[in-house]
């Protein structure tokens, strides 16, 4: 069990963010909360890790887990995350990606998007349904 959060990020055109990781389906930025780590500092954390974005959470979009968020990874480690999804704004792109799983960052819109690691409700996604603030 992995508490974790995710980014969703859409740009102008409200297409989402999405991340291309090396042998592993399509996600959205995510990671896992570190230990002392509040979830808002996690995001911002793992987003720039992973895309060279600094952002701002800005909305919860929801809370998910259960069976469908477990997930095995390529090296057979099994895990189960509890994912504090959450609406991020960008402030700026360093341009620098440190994670070097990252194999390559897409726009996509809702009805050209690629099946994702963990299955998120489009409708959460893409649009702000949760009208809790981040603190």
Known sequence: MIPSVAAVILDV????????KSGE????????IEPGESPSKAVIRETEEE?????????LLGVFGGEHFRYVYPNGDQVEYTVI???????HDTGVIAESETKSLDYFDKDSMPELALPYPKEVLFNELAPTQIQ
């Open 25 to 32: 389906p399509w996600s959205l930025p995510a990671g896992m």
């Open 85 to 91: 999804l959450m609406r991020c704004s960008i402030v």
């Open 13 to 20: 055109n409200d297409r989402i963010l999405l991340q291309d």
């Open 51 to 59: 895309t060279g974005l600094i952002v701002t959470p800005i909305r």
